[in-house]
Nanobody
Framework: QVQLVESGGGLVQSGGSLRLSCVASGSIFSASRMGWYRQAPGKQRELVADIGSGGNTNYIDSVKGRFTISRDNAKNTVSLQMSSLKPEDTAIYYC?????????????WGQGTQVTVSS
């Protein structure tokens, strides 16, 4: 099992910045991906950004150039630095950890942290 604890959400004005952090504990394997998903009211959960243990990253187009994901394998943490925030970034942000098991993909979620961007 893997436990994920997020921190850093809050209320910010449009154009502002926030930093989300997530600490993983439990059965952590280095060969894994960690990332951030978000879910806005009435919408499906979507991947915002993720990062592999080797540092390769993915971002959705709408956050490219504004958000930066980073990972510390020694501390089992993943962070999301969010800048130039827009009202459409408002959502619950969830930390995600996933690794491939012998026969299936193991996926774990944090409890979520609210990010609200006011116009």
């Amino acid at each position: 099992q893997v436990q994920l604890v997020e921190s850093g959400g809050g209320l910010v004005q449009s154009g502002g910045s926030l930093r989300l952090s997530c600490v993983a504990s439990g059965s952590i394997f280095s060969a894994s991906r960690m990332g951030w998903y978000r879910q806005a009211p009435g919408k499906q959960r979507e991947l915002v950004a993720d990062i592999g243990s080797g540092g390769n990253t993915n971002y959705i187009d709408s956050v490219k150039g504004r958000f930066t994901i980073s990972r510390d394998n020694a501390k089992n943490t993943v962070s999301l630095q969010m800048s130039s925030l827009k009202p459409e970034d408002t959502a619950i942000y969830y930390c995600n950890y996933q690794r491939m098991g012998i026969t299936s993909l193991h996926i774990y979620w944090g409890q979520g942290t609210q990010v609200t961007v006011s116009s």
